[in-house]
């Protein structure tokens, strides 16, 4: 299950780099090409949303032993609440992604956030499992 819980964190952050990169890469694409780019890299949420699939069957899983202890782990809370604020943003950029080109600004921030709510979540994990 941590196998499948890195996977889907790999994923998921993986998702949130990519279209930061591929943002900043290709300001320049206007009209017919930045449409057909948006197409074609709408993949990329369909990616996330899987890895975040993954993150969280795999984390219920390991999240086992630390149910009754939970309200003692503040840090393992906030974890928990930044996941359902990554679900909440992948669900928005998968909607972003899919419209016309006002909506390309959004999806750039959204990205910005769920990478920024990804690191989070990780530098979290580590403080809570090290």
């Known amino acids: 299950m941590l196998i499948l819980h890195f996977l889907g ?9 990519a279209f930061i990169f591929l943002g900043v890469g290709n300001t320049d694409l206007t009209g017919e090409d930045a449409r057909t780019f948006r197409q074609r890299t709408s993949i ?4 996330g949303a899987i890895g975040l699939a993954l993150l969280v069957v795999s984390g219920l899983f390991l999240m086992g032993p630390y149910w009754n202890v939970l309200p003692d782990l503040p840090l393992l809370i906030a974890k928990l609440v930044l996941v359902v604020v990554m679900i909440v943003l992948i669900t928005l950029l998968t909607f972003a992604v899919g419209k016309g080109e006002r909506w390309a600004a959004r999806s750039e921030v959204l990205g910005k956030i769920m990478l920024l709510t990804s690191l989070s979540t990780l530098v979290l994990a580590v403080l809570v499992f090290h």
Not at 9 to 17: D, K, R, Y
Not at 44 to 47: N, P
């Open 9 to 17: 964190l790999v994923m998921g952050l993986g998702t949130g780099f």
């Open 44 to 47: 990329l949420t369909r990616m």
